[in-house]
């Protein structure tokens, strides 16, 4: 029985890791979205920085357990050329701003209308993060949150930063 | 004797400083030899890549049924550009969002290409949608459509967007050249 177990959970992981189109040492596939407060955002514009994008939905309750997380990691390093990208994927402004009314984050959120980031990063788990260094490239990627995952970030921040 | 010690001594320290010389030189020639070698090989690779660009387009997009819009800005002052969407024959083809950055970019006179595709030969229609902030800061949608006649040479369609100073308006205007 344990070892059935092992066997599935070992197949599920590593179908999701392979439906995760988007692996790590590619580039980060590129886009450009609008942000709530209304301008529209390039991710290659932040070429040069270490950006973590992190995907979530207003429904998803890990998410909103994150994003104060991300907001501090954003506040801490945002001097030493790190940027935090919140991409919304329901695209939907009002659920979004609630969201962010209530966890006060004030990172660049940007909405997803029509799903097509989310579409190009073929999201399989919600939140998932993905972080990418100063050349554009996919460098660590995370499924799921639970309190405690943010020092795993903060390693791969730091070592990106440093390069 | 001593003078001649003297002499043999200058004449082999001459000889070492030249052959020293020689050999840097030999050495500096063969850096260079292999800068100029190296340069030669990244241009041809520059070339190389040049002409696979061109060679896809041809393939994908063979000039009997080759369709390019492109956009440009003029000034600006009344029109600030948020976003573009194309139809062609009433089927999306395009959308782009712009960053602040691209908009300073079309001011300055950069042409983005903004679709390039394949149409049927004979009458088609190209319609385009800007959206952004006009005079005042309020939002402003507007579009424009052309029909044209595709012939076998490709089509090139230009989409501008200049300040009419009589108006006090953006005027949205587009042109097609085969």
């Known amino acids: 029985m344990n070892f059935g177990r092992w066997f599935t959970g070992l197949c599920i992981v590593l179908i999701a890791a392979e439906g995760f189109a988007v692996g790590l040492r590619e580039e ?12 529209n955002l390039r991710l290659e514009e932040y070429r040069g920085q270490v950006v973590l994008i992190n995907f979530w939905a207003s429904w998803c309750g890990p998410c909103r ?8 990691l954003h506040h801490r390093y945002e001097d030493t050329g790190f940027a935090v990208l919140g991409v919304n994927v329901e695209g939907d402004p009002e659920m979004a ?6 966890t006060h984050v004030t990172f660049p959120i940007l909405l997803d209308d029509g799903q097509k980031v989310s579409e190009l990063y073929s999201l399989e788990a919600m939140p998932s993060t993905v972080v990418i260094d ?19 970030y903060v390693e791969v921040i730091k070592e990106l930063i440093k390069e | 004797m001593q003078g001649i010690a003297i002499r043999t001594l200058i004449a082999r320290r001459l000889a070492v400083v030249l052959l020293a010389t020689m050999s840097v030189s030999a050495a500096g020639a063969a850096a260079e030899s292999l800068d100029t070698e190296m340069e030669d090989v990244k241009k041809a690779l520059l070339e190389l890549k040049r002409d696979l660009v061109i060679l896809e387009e041809d393939l994908l997009f063979p ?8 956009l440009s800005m003029d000034l600006g002052e009344f029109f600030q550009l948020d976003a573009v969407t194309v139809k ?9 969002l712009y960053t602040d950055k691209q908009v300073d970019a079309l001011y300055r006179g950069g ?11 004979g009458g088609n229609r190209i319609t385009a949608f800007f959206t952004g902030r006009g005079p005042s800061g309020r939002d402003y949608r507007r579009a424009t459509t052309v029909a044209f006649e595709k012939s076998f040479e490709p089509t090139f369609v230009e989409l501008a967007i200049s300040d009419s100073t009589a108006k006090y308006q953006p005027e949205f205007t587009s042109a097609v050249s085969n």
Not at chain 1, 143 to 150: C, F, L, R, V
Not at chain 2, 88 to 96: D, F, T
Not at chain 2, 111 to 121: D, E, M, R, V, Y
């Open chain 2, 63 to 70: 000039a009997s049924s080759q369709v390019a819009v492109f």
């Open chain 2, 88 to 96: 062609l024959n009433g089927k999306e083809v395009a959308h782009h």
């Open chain 1, 134 to 152: 100063r050349d554009g490239v996919i460098r660590y990627i995370h499924h799921g949150y639970k309190p405690g995952d943010e020092a795993k």
């Open chain 1, 97 to 102: 701003r609630e969201i962010v009314d209530k």
């Open chain 2, 111 to 121: 042409i983005q290409k903004l679709f390039i595709g394949n149409i049927k030969q």
């Open chain 1, 28 to 39: 980060a596939p590129d886009f450009t979205l609008k942000s709530l407060e209304g301008s």
């Open chain 1, 65 to 72: 357990q994150e994003m104060p997380v991300l907001d501090r």
